[in-house]
C-alpha cells in the first residue's frame, strides 16, 4: 500500500500541501498516481533508480525528474585507529549562525531545490536558511563548524544522529577557503564526535552531478550505498512551465 507522508516543516516553509513518498520495486505506480492529488507538492524517491519506474512514473503522471541521488555510507569501526578521543565542540553563536546561512544560502546549487522550475531560486537558498535555524534549535541535530582566527566560519555540517547512525544533513566550505582541506577536518570532527556519541554508520547523500562532492566523499573512506531517482510533482495550479507538459 502506498502512504505519502506529509511533511509539517515543507508545507509551513512553501506554503502549500506538501508530502513524500518512497517508492519501491514491488509497489504500484497506479496506486502512487491516484493519491498525488491530495497534496501540491510530493517529493517521489524510486529506490534504486529502478528504470520501469521511472519508466511508469514518466508515463502515468507530471511528476519531472530534478535528482539522481547517491547515498554514501562510513562504518565507523574501520576508521577507529584515525579517532581522536578528546573531542571538543565549538559553541554555535549568533554571529557564527549568520555566517553559516550566509554559506548555505550560496552553496547547494546542485541539489534538486534548484533543479525545480516550479520553485524560484531565491526561495530556495532561503531554504537552507531556514534550514540551518531548525537545525541550531533542534536537539537531535549537531552543528559543526570550522573557525578561523578571527572567529569566523570557514565552513559548517549539519548532523543529526539516530541510534547508531549519523546523517550529514549539510556540509559546506565558504569559497575562500575551499581547496584547503577544510572540507576534510569537518569531515574528522565528525567522525569523532560519531565516536563519542556511540555511532556506527555516517550517512551523507549527494547529486549525480556534483562530481566534486563524489571524490571527496571517496577520498574521506565514504563508500557508495544506493542511488536512488527524485521526481517532484505539483498540482497542476502551481506549474508555472505546465506547457512543457502538454
Known sequence: MINIERLDWDTSFFGVEAGRVI??????????????????????????????KNFEIGISSTAFLTDIKLVFQMNLNENFNSLRKDFTKTDVNSSHLKDIRDIASH?????????????????????????????HDDVDSEIIVS?????????????????????????????????????TKLIEKIMELGFVCGVETILVTT???????INFYVKNGFKLKEKNSIYHYWNERYMKYQEFYL
Not at 116 to 126: C, G, T
Request: proline share 2%.
Open 23 to 52: 517508492l519501491h520495486k514491488e509497489d504500484d505506480t497506479k496506486e502512487l498516481v491516484s493519491k498525488l492529488q491530495e497534496f501540491d507538492f510530493v517529493t517521489i524517491v524510486n529506490v534504486n533508480n529502478d528504470p520501469k
Open 107 to 135: 552553496s547547494f546549487y546542485a541539489s534538486r531545490y534548484y533543479n525545480d522550475p516550479v520553485i524560484d531560486n531565491s526561495l530556495a537558498a532561503k531554504m537552507y536558511d531556514k534550514w540551518v535555524d531548525k537545525a
Open 147 to 183: 573557525i578561523d582566527n578571527h572567529d569566523k566560519v570557514q565552513g559548517f555540517a549539519i548532523l543529526s544522529i539516530c541510534g547508531k547512525t549519523a546523517s550529514i544533513e549539510l556540509i559546506a566550505v565558504k569559497e575562500d577557503y575551499r581547496k584547503k582541506s577544510i572540507g
Open 207 to 213: 547529486q549525480v552531478d556534483n562530481i566534486s562532492a
